[in-house]
């Protein structure tokens, strides 16, 4: 896929935050023609192929943890590795600073940015997590991080764990909806809020989020999860923002008016998923804190990382 559709991030005149595009787009695909160990087939789709390709990660970024929920969720641990980046981003952006000599084992480069140059030169948009990564020719499959999670579900089923959640219902009418108002009014709603760059724009956001999230409050008013009884997409989508919500977004991107604490089934439902097996275990609150903290060094400039809030209330 070209880079035609794709568009860096940018701030419209209204002072509104506009995220960028997914420059790369391939899929691991279980249509693929290619044979394994080759590339793509003409339609960008690369064959599916246990312990071929390799999940990037931030643990501090929601999108990411999207995946690496997935992954684990799905018992795809084995079939799909993992690299983990620093939280802290400086000028050469996501580091593989956390392992031995800084060097990703199995990629072998020091900087996420090495494989979006190796797989497109001309690259200038923002180097993102998560990533899908070929470990044969060090290329990037996908940083199509909606896509991602969906290819976990439905190309990668032969190598599910038994017992394995299906995240994908069979009429997927619903979820898409939720999926998308969930996306612009909470998942970048809280990025609107924090990257506006005027007093209208950050207000727009702030009343849509608060308004979707009302909406979401009274939907879990009578069921455990968005869609019923049945953990699905949409509620790993939701998480992500929910588990950073009080410890960044409500200070940091200022979308204070209330708490997730103080919307009182949104906080037992994202508690609820919290303590579901391999949820708690994938937050990280002190990466969470640092990155964004640490990271947006123009909206918090004096570094500080706030110690609150006592992360035991997601246990109780
Ligand atoms: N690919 C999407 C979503 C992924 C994303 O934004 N990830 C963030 C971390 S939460 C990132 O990697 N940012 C790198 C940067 O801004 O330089 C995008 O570009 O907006």
Redesign the pocket.
């Known amino acids: 896929m070209g880079p035609a559709q794709f568009a860096t ?1 940018a701030v419209a005149s209204s002072g509104e935050f506009k ?4 420059r790369f787009t391939d899929r691991v695909s279980r249509e693929s023609t290619s044979a394994p160990g080759e590339g793509p087939d003409e339609q960008g789709r690369w064959p599916v192929e246990p312990g071929r390709y390799r999940l990037v990660v ?1 643990l ?5 943890h999207r995946a690496f929920i997935v992954r684990r969720l799905l018992g795809l641990e084995d079939a799909i590795s993992l690299a983990i980046v620093d939280p802290i ?1 400086d000028e050469s ?2 580091r593989f600073t956390l392992d031995p000599g800084g060097v990703d084992p199995v990629l072998g480069v020091r900087f ?1 940015s090495e494989l979006y140059l190796a797989t497109d030169p001309q690259y200038e ?6 990533a899908i990564v070929d470990t044969v020719s060090g290329l990037v499959v996908s ?3 909606p896509q991602i999670t969906l290819d976990l579900s439905t190309e990668w089923v032969d190598f599910h764990a038994d017992g394995a959640p299906e995240l994908i219902p069979a009429d997927r009418a619903e979820m898409d909806q939720l999926i998308e108002e969930i996306f612009t009014d909470v998942n ?1 709603g809280v ?1 609107r809020c924090g990257f506006a760059r005027s007093q209208e724009a950050y207000e727009a956001a702030y009343d849509a989020l608060f308004a979707r999230l009302d909406v979401l409050e009274e939907r879990l008013a009578d069921r455990d999860y968005l869609l019923g009884e049945q953990l699905s997409e949409v509620d790993i989508r939701l998480f992500t923002t929910l588990v950073r919500f009080d410890a960044v977004y409500h200070g940091h991107f200022k979308c204070n008016r209330n708490k997730l604490t103080e919307l009182p089934n949104l906080w037992a439902y994202a508690r609820r998923l919290y303590q579901l097996p391999n949820f708690g275990e994938t937050v990280d609150f002190d990466q969470i804190k640092r ?1 964004y903290y640490l ?1 947006h060094t123009e909206i918090n400039p004096n570094g500080l990382v706030p110690l609150g809030p006592d992360p035991s209330a997601w246990i109780r």
Do not use: E, M
């Open positions: 991030d995220r960028q595009g997914n931030s501090a970024c929601p999108w990411a981003r952006g996501w996420l948009g923002r180097v993102t997590v998560p940083n199509d991080y970048n990025y990155h990271t």
